[in-house]
């Protein structure tokens, strides 16, 4: 079992010359949504405490300070094609996308960050989902590109971990077979050990982290056990079998929460350095029973997928919006509540969020993007970075910027050969 970092113990010998060896590393995460959001209402002017958000980013208020809401970003490839899938596909990469039953991107930065990184931690990266992959075509393009976003080669997407319990075994386990097994139970004696060997401020940490990792594996027993249903109602109140401990959770709400404590934890514990989760696909089918409809005088916003709602742009489609942005600043508060030195584990991180278009009118001239976080000291936050009118204004300079940040030099990726020299 992974440890946090502590104070009082040496760790990350191997790092960059740039950043001393007890130094923390450099984590990057990147968390989308499909189907973009509410139209005017993806705003944010001013800066740090002053900075004022639109609608759908209120949830990130607290966290003005710790983050550059970036606009006018744009992806070139994804113009010439059709919606959702050509949209989507690319988003990471920056790549020509091949039509029809081709499947066919490139490497997408977090996948070069994770070939950087991949000799220092267990797992090179953490690829996880809220929504499981689609097979089809749609308006000349596999589906497939709509359920990925992390591409490990030309060819090849990242394989996407949508069971809460398999990722969590991904992190701590290294024979899933014995997963009936507590894993803080498995290393009490150890960790009762080391205890007595950290000063008193890491033992408060290490504690810390200890209960969160019950906490994880608590809530995923619980996972699913409160039945309630999404969408359509099936001919059953209560399942005929018993729910296997291994599944997806039922509840959307619950769902993403687990994925959201799991990636905070994996960067806690130097399992992995990069993360990528993806709350739905672009063209998502999910509903959202947790949520209570304004639109509706009785029950939640499950009248209508995801992808439809988008089109409506109304009070329910904005309470949607609110709530995956609700989840990043949930894993924020998690990373920003976690010391690591004299910084926390956010101001160690890059936690990119975005959507493959801005409205759900299938809006992809400028995409909604914004980076948490201070990338171990390296970036300035607190701004709005407004690239509209600039000529260089293309999402993969940025990956430039952000992968220079995590000790990847490259003269170009994808479409672009200039970083942003903002970020």
């Known amino acids: 079992m992974a440890l946090p970092w502590m104070e009082s113990l040496p760790a990350w010998s191997a790092e960059s010359p740039k950043r001393r060896n007890s130094e923390p590393p450099v984590r990057f995460a990147c968390l989308f949504s499909g189907n973009g959001f509410q139209g005017g209402q993806w705003t944010a002017e001013g800066e740090g405490a002053q900075m004022k958000l639109g609608k759908v980013l ?3 208020l607290p966290f003005r300070e710790k983050l550059n809401f970036i606009r006018g970003l744009y ?7 059709g919606i959702h899938s050509c949209q989507t596909g690319n988003l990471l990469t920056g790549a020509h996308l091949a039509p029809g039953g081709e499947i066919r991107s490139g490497v997408s930065c977090d996948q070069v960050i994770a070939r950087r990184y991949r000799d220092q931690t267990k797992l090179p990266s953490l690829v996880l989902g809220c ?35 398999l990722a969590f075994d991904r992190l701590f386990r290294d024979n899933v077979n014995r997963a009936d097994r507590s894993v803080l139970d498995a290393v009490l004696e150890q960790a009762n050990g080391l205890r007595n060997r950290v000063s008193r401020t890491d033992r408060h940490r290490l504690d810390q982290y200890l209960s969160s990792v019950r906490e994880v594996e608590t ?24 729910r296997p401990a291994d599944g997806i959770p039922q509840d959307i709400d619950q769902h993403m929460r687990l994925m959201c404590d799991i990636l905070v934890l994996a960067f806690q514990t130097d399992t992995t350095r990069v993360c990528t989760l993806k709350l739905n696909n ?8 947790n949520l209570k409809s304004s639109e509706r005088k009785t029950g939640g916003i499950d009248y209508m997928i995801h992808h439809l709602l988008s089109h409506s742009n109304g009070a329910d489609w904005l309470r949607v919006n609110q709530f995956f942005v609700e989840q990043v600043a949930y894993i ?5 509540q976690i010391q690591e030195g004299d910084r926390t584990l956010l101001d160690n991180s890059m936690v990119l969020y975005c959507s493959s278009m801005m409205t ?45 940040k995590a000790g990847v030099r490259l003269d170009s990726f994808g479409d672009s050969k200039e970083a942003l020299a903002e970020i």
């Open 360 to 404: 759900g009118g299938h809006d992809n001239k400028q995409l909604p993007v914004v980076l948490l976080g201070k990338g171990g000291g390296q970036i300035r936050t607190g701004r709005v970075l407004d690239y509209l009118n600039s000529p260089n204004r293309k999402m993969c300079s940025m990956y430039l910027s952000l992968m220079d």
């Open 58 to 60: 209120e949830p990130l």
């Open 75 to 81: 992806n070139a490839e994804a113009l010439i094609g």
């Open 332 to 336: 924020a508060q998690k990373m920003d």
């Open 131 to 165: 929504e499981p992959p689609i097979a089809a075509i749609h308006k000349g393009y596999s589906m497939i590109y709509s359920s990925h976003i992390s591409w490990s080669s030309e060819t090849t997407p990242t394989p996407l971990e949508v069971y809460p319990a």
């Open 219 to 242: 809530q995923i027993e619980r996972a699913g056990q409160a039945g309630r249903l999404q969408g359509w109602r099936p001919t059953l109140e209560k399942p005929n079998i018993p």
């Open 282 to 289: 672009d063209h998502s089918s999910l509903r959202f029973p």
